[in-house]
Structures are given as C-alpha cells and as structure tokens.
C-alpha cells in the first residue's frame, strides 16, 4: 500500500481483541492500542509525536476519537481510514481508486 511506504509512517490499530480476531490487522507490524482501554491516553502518549499515524479501526469511529485525543496530546500528523476497515475492505473489493486516507484536522 503506496502510503504506508514510509519510514515516517506507522498505523495505529486502535481496535479491540475482538474486532481484530474478526478482520485481522491492516499490516503485520502495525502498533496495537484499544482505543476502549481505559489506558489507552496513557498508552498513546509513548508514542513518537513526530511521526504520522494511520490510524485504522473497524468502522471508523474509534479511529475519529482517537485521532482527536492524539491531537490534543501533540500528535501533528495523523490520518484516519475513511469507513475504517469495512470501507477499506469494501473500496478495495469494488476496484474503486479514491483517496482512502485523508487528514483529520483536529
């Protein structure tokens, strides 16, 4: 995938155990973070703030708030997968060839 070709760039799964034995991760070293955990501010603020940050959850919605609670702790660069997995699944079965990745402005 064309833009996680970066040393910069890491994904950031924030989904739970569950949801991930469902759909399996989006990469094999993406970093793993249930954004349901009640550590997981604790847990982002370890990460290196000055790289980018793919942020991928199932639908979405977990990946919205964690994008937004990384902004708020100094995170500059952070993307977020538009329909989460489910909409990354169902684009790549479709063929189409959109944009999948897009800022979130916090």
């Known amino acids: 995938m064309k833009f ?3 040393d910069n760039t890491l994904v950031l799964d924030v989904r ?11 990469v094999e070293n993406a970093i793993m973070i249930d954004y349901e955990d009640k550590n997981f ?11 980018t940050y793919v ?4 639908r979405g ?8 609670t990384m902004g708020k702790n100094g995170f500059k ?13 169902s684009a ?10 897009g800022d979130l402005y916090v």
């Open 4 to 6: 996680l070709e970066s």
């Open 16 to 26: 739970t155990p569950k949801e991930i034995i469902a759909i399996p991760p989006l």
């Open 41 to 51: 501010e604790s847990e982002i603020k370890k990460l290196d703030k000055n790289k």
């Open 55 to 58: 942020v991928v959850c199932t």
């Open 61 to 68: 919605n977990f990946a919205r708030g964690a994008c937004i």
């Open 77 to 89: 660069s952070i993307k977020s997968l538009k329909g989460g997995l489910n909409g990354f699944n």
């Open 92 to 101: 790549l079965h479709e063929d189409r060839n959109h944009l999948l990745v």
